[in-house]
Structure formats: C-alpha cells, structure tokens
C-alpha cells in the first residue's frame, strides 16, 4: 500500500514558536498550505520543535521536510506516542542545510501523536524556517 499524506485539517499542531508571535505572516499553518511563498518561521532559542496530534491512529513512515537554507537543523529527533502514553524516541535525522525537499524514511511507528525536535540549528540564533512539512504512511 503506498505512503498517503497523514496531516489532515484536523491534526492539532503546536510549535515552539513564532518569529516577532507574527502568525499571520510565519506561524505554523504556512507548513502545510502547499504555497511556496509561505513558511513557519520560529522565533531566535534553542530546541525548536513541531508537535502533531492526530484526529486517529496512523502508521508514519516517511518524512518529508523543506527548510530554509541556513535556517535548517542539522539534527532532527522524531519522537512519538498513542494517547495517554509518554513520547518516546523513533528516530534521529540528520538533514542537510540546503532549500530543496528533503524526504526521509521513518521506522513505522503506530502513533497518535509526533513530536519533531530540531536540536542543532544552522543559524547563529537557532532560528527555524520550513516552507512545507509532509508525514506519510498509513492510517489506522
């Protein structure tokens, strides 16, 4: 069965932050509205992250993720859990600090919800930039 895209309209997100708490011009929707102009921007701090709740259980088993250059982490930490349980390590991905989509496989995991840390950023002042975020696999 291939890989469908897992976030949905209703897929709780939260994010660490929001650059100048701009959202309207960098929060967290940007990731996910397909537009190229657009990207969540997380405001200066170490350990960024995005959390996903979804609306059920999914079987996540790709990454995709495109960065800003510059602004891009070098280690991700992909963290999961079924509700009502302690999130636990999956994965650790080590991206490249370019522009272009990068995708990554992923250890299926059954899960309701995903965290992704982004521990070690590129920019002096571990500022994060995503113009698109995918989670693929296979709903429950």
């Not at 999961?80 to 995991?109: H, W």
Request: glycine share 6%.
């Amino acid at each position: 069965m291939p890989a469908e895209p897992l976030i949905c309209a209703d897929t709780a997100t939260r994010v660490s932050s929001v650059l100048n708490r701009d959202v309207k011009q960098f929060g967290k929707k940007h990731m996910f509205d397909a537009n190229e102009e657009t990207c969540w921007n997380s405001d200066q701090g170490a350990r960024q992250w995005v959390a996903l709740d979804f609306p059920r259980t999914v079987k996540v088993s790709q990454l995709h993720i495109q960065f800003q250059g510059g602004f891009s982490s070098r280690l991700c930490t992909l963290e999961g859990c079924r509700t009502g349980e302690e999130l636990v390590k999956i994965s650790e991905l080590y991206p490249e600090d370019v522009n272009a989509m990068q995708r990554f496989q992923v250890e299926e995991t059954a899960l309701d919800k995903l965290k992704i840390t982004f521990e070690n950023s590129t920019d002096f002042f571990g500022r994060i930039v995503v113009y698109h975020l995918r989670v693929l696999g296979e709903r429950l």
